[in-house]
């Protein structure tokens, strides 16, 4: 049976390798969508976990949407926003969907998550397997650090050999959730696109221009919480 681990090698998913591996787990893929909202230096992280990934002879791919947020804004003539998280869907959920039609498509594979019920309270209930998921082409997913205490899960990633980063990934940056950007650390590159994007449609990604939030430089927060407020939960956003 092939197995996809799904995340984009934040704590979550470093965590849930490194128990596939000292596991045996076997035939696993690792999947991490590459959104373009990533921030620079998260790049790196993202080489370093498919290295880990290769050197436990795991199969690792990275996945692109078939339009870039800006394009998909311009589109749209609208932002994501917290009622209307579109962006999950698009930048990740459809690459990922894709490729297992094309690749799974009697639906054979299991997909592994690094979520937890820990993370947040809408998790409380997690189940450690899902038979048939909605999200993953009616496919089997798997969360088998459904119940893992946050020192256990902490000690996979220390034993990894990767340091606990105790806050969200970045693959999306900044996130349309508000409350998890430090705006004093966003790329000025990314603040740019923001603002044009901001101009051409008359319309702002948050409650006020993105250069003021900047300018402000409030930190942002480290809790999944309000991940689980919108679809970007399903598809492991800030794992």
């Not at 339009?67 to 962006?87: A, I």
């Not at 105790?166 to 990314?190: I, M, T």
């Amino acid at each position: 049976m092939q197995h996809i681990i799904f995340g984009n090698y934040g704590d979550n998913t470093i965590a849930v390798m490194q128990w596939a591996y000292v596991k045996g787990i076997d035939q696993v893929t690792v999947i991490h969508v590459a959104t373009g909202m990533g921030s620079a230096d998260w790049l790196e992280r993202v080489e370093q976990g498919q290295q880990l990934a290769r050197r436990y002879q795991f199969k690792t791919i990275t996945l692109t949407p078939a339009k870039t947020f800006s394009e998909l804004v311009q589109e749209r003539k609208t932002f994501p926003n917290l009622k209307y998280q579109w962006c999950p869907t698009f930048l990740k959920a459809l690459p990922l969907l894709d490729y297992l039609d094309q690749h799974d498509p009697q639906n054979e594979s299991t997909i592994i998550l690094g979520s937890r019920r820990k993370d947040s309270r809408a998790r409380f209930q997690l189940p450690e397997f899902i038979p048939e998921s909605e999200y993953y082409g009616d496919r089997q997913v798997w969360h088998p650090l459904f119940d893992a205490s946050t020192e256990g899960r902490d000690q996979l990633i220390r034993d990894a050999g990767f340091e606990v980063l105790n806050q969200r990934s970045f693959e999306c940056n900044p996130c349309v959730v508000k409350e998890y950007n430090d705006f004093s650390k966003l790329d000025p590159s990314v603040v740019a696109k923001i603002a044009t994007l901001e101009n051409e449609i008359a319309q702002t990604l948050f409650d006020r221009p993105i250069v003021e939030l900047v300018a402000e430089g409030k930190p942002g927060c480290s809790s999944l919480e309000h991940f689980d407020l919108g679809c970007g939960s399903r598809y492991c956003c800030g794992e």
